[in-house]
């Protein structure tokens, strides 16, 4: 998901630096032109970078990625970021094959068939791993690579929407109302499909007890209007698995004609290999399509996903497109047309790399890590509010012991931290339970136990620093977090116009779903993400910016590169 740029007015960019003085001018040195053995004794060391017109000249290539790298140094580490589920650690191996592939233009089939073939054989993988039927030869699962978890939403929604479109229009029934059933703890991306695709949003609201959808509600909520439910495995706050079974079960025993779409955006890579018995695939006859995120626990850099359809009883004609500009028929199912192919051979790789042995070794590895870390913490007395022992996700959401009456709150711990280097976010719980603050850690590949360690030190020694704290100091600097988390550094993203919105759960209820609160501001939650489809396929049949961002992007996670590419 990219935040909607605000262009700046003259008036803006002519602005000083600090007020009330005049922007610094340095006389220029006529040699430094010549002056090229040292990037900081050129004299574009000397001036601001390029922010809002494209410069006239050139500069030297080595100017440009030493200042430019610079500038990047000021982001937080990445491999510290436990806020955010995308994967932050590949092997060198893999990054050479993804930066060799740097130039192909993904869609471009005839050009580079191999790539496409590829892709094929993920879809295939994927499918078979999410026990797709494959026994009948007259029917196909069927599937695609999209740029995350965001795009396939978005196509699952829109393959719904459009079969029970035909379904009353064959029945000559009103078809003008759909709506869509799903836990108010969804990510962003469903509230936008919803709201793009003009499908009423029906909610499950959480309670303080309880994260997850309630099936025996959600299946009261479906009516004749009613193109599908969401259900979540591996929600944002705790990382539960909500029962798809049950819902499945409730429908089929009440004769509901209702499909069901599993968001496994996060758990899609870790259940298969940690909980294999639990049932939320294709097993159930009501599950006609599911999502998953290569880039978080597929373990690839982002942004890729992968949305798979049951049948093409599903996914409905008129919604594919076939194309032969490019050189061979192709039937294209997807939200943008060009995308680079690094991610999706990254995918492979890390399939045929791993095995499935390899992954279900990670996947274990984290959730001990996951296990180890709750317990750390129940000893110091947070509580636990994820599940552990592979009944969720390998992440770990806690909280202050209310019982203690402290005088500060998650937040104040996440500013800590922070200082520290720490990315851990506070955040409150979805509507209706907002009142309810908490912590999350998400347990990736590269956070090992070793690391794990130094965190829990850490997290015991921010508890240390603020209970010894006076009252009158603590309530000081409360205040000051507060003040940060208002003021801030001036937001360059949003735009005055689009403030206040009254549509969204956020400008509703005064709550987002993706929105973490950290370090004394508020970040964007990196856990969905929004694809880019690429192309259809038939499976073979053989048994973080520091306040809230005005946004209006089809996707949500992707690479930084295409933007420094850009910035050159």
């Known amino acids: 998901m990219v935040h909607l740029a605000s262009v700046p007015n003259d008036s803006d960019i002519n602005q000083p630096l600090v007020k009330g003085l005049d922007k610094v001018k340095l006389e220029r040195n006529p040699e430094d032109e010549d002056a090229t ?160 695709f003009d499908v009423e949003e029906r909610y499950c609201y959480v309670t303080k007890d309880r994260f997850v959808i309630d099936p025996e509600e959600a299946v009261n909520l479906v009516d004749e209007n009613t193109i599908g439910i969401c259900v979540i495995l591996g929600t944002t706050y705790t990382g539960e698995y909500e029962d798809v079974k049950t819902i499945n079960d409730l429908l089929v025993k009440k004769n509901i004609d209702c499909p069901i779409h599993v968001d496994a955006a996060s758990g899609g890579f870790v259940a298969p290999f940690v909980v294999p018995d639990l049932e939320w695939d294709f097993r159930l006859e009501k599950v006609v399509s599911i999502n998953v995120s290569g880039h978080k626990y597929g373990l690839v850099y982002p942004g890729v996903g992968w949305v798979v359809w049951r049948s093409p009883e599903f996914l409905p004609q008129e919604l594919i497109f076939n194309i032969n500009y490019l050189g061979a028929d192709q039937a294209s199912f997807t939200l943008n047309f060009s995308k680079g192919a690094s991610q999706v051979i990254g995918q492979y790789y890390q399939m045929i790399r791993l095995g499935k042995k390899g992954y279900r070794s990670i996947m274990m590895n984290l959730t001990r890590t996951a296990d180890y870390l709750a317990a750390c913490l129940k000893q110091l007395d947070f509580i636990i509010l994820s599940k552990g022992s592979g009944e969720g996700l390998p992440l770990v959401a806690f909280r202050l012991n209310p019982k203690h009456k402290h005088e500060y709150d998650e937040f104040a711990i996440a500013h800590q931290l922070r200082e520290r280097g720490w990315v851990v976010p506070a955040y409150t719980m979805a509507p209706h339970s907002e009142q309810l603050k908490l912590m999350r850690v998400v347990v990736r590949e590269d956070f090992s136990r070793s690391r794990c360690d130094f965190l829990i030190a850490d997290i015991k020694l921010a508890v240390d620093t603020l209970n010894s704290m006076d009252k009158k100091k603590l309530a000081e600097h409360t205040s000051r977090l507060h003040e940060q988390r208002v003021k801030g550094r001036k937001s360059i993203h949003s735009h005055t116009k689009y403030k206040g919105e009254k549509h969204s759960l956020q400008g509703k209820t005064g709550k987002v779903r993706a929105q973490i609160k950290t370090a004394g501001w508020a970040r964007a939650d990196q856990d969905r993400h929004m694809p880019f489809v690429s192309r259809l396929e038939i499976a073979p049949t053989e048994r973080s910016p520091r306040k809230p961002v005005t946004l209006v992007s089809m996707r949500f996670s992707t690479g930084a590169g295409s933007y420094i590419d850009d910035l050159k």
């Open 37 to 196: 053995t040292s990037v900081y004794g050129s004299r574009f060391a000397g001036e601001e970078l390029p922010k809002h017109e494209m410069p006239e000249s050139q500069m030297p290539k080595e100017v440009a990625y030493r200042l430019i790298k610079d500038d990047l140094s000021l982001d937080g580490n990445p491999m510290l970021n436990l806020a955010s589920f995308v994967t932050t650690y590949m092997e060198d191996e893999v990054e050479k094959l993804m930066a060799e592939a740097l130039p192909k233009n993904f869609i471009d089939y005839e050009e580079y068939p191999q790539t496409a073939d590829i892709q094929n054989r993920c879809v295939s993988m994927i499918a078979r791993m999410y026990h797709a039927p494959t026994h009948d030869d007259d029917d196909n699962a069927m599937g695609t690579s999209t740029v995350g978890s965001s795009e396939a939403i978005m196509l699952g929604t829109l393959a719904m929407k459009k079969v029970w479109q035909n379904k009353r229009k064959a029945a000559g029934k009103d078809f003008s109302k759909p709506n869509i059933i799903m836990n108010s703890a969804v990510q962003v991306c469903w509230e936008k499909a919803a709201r793009y």
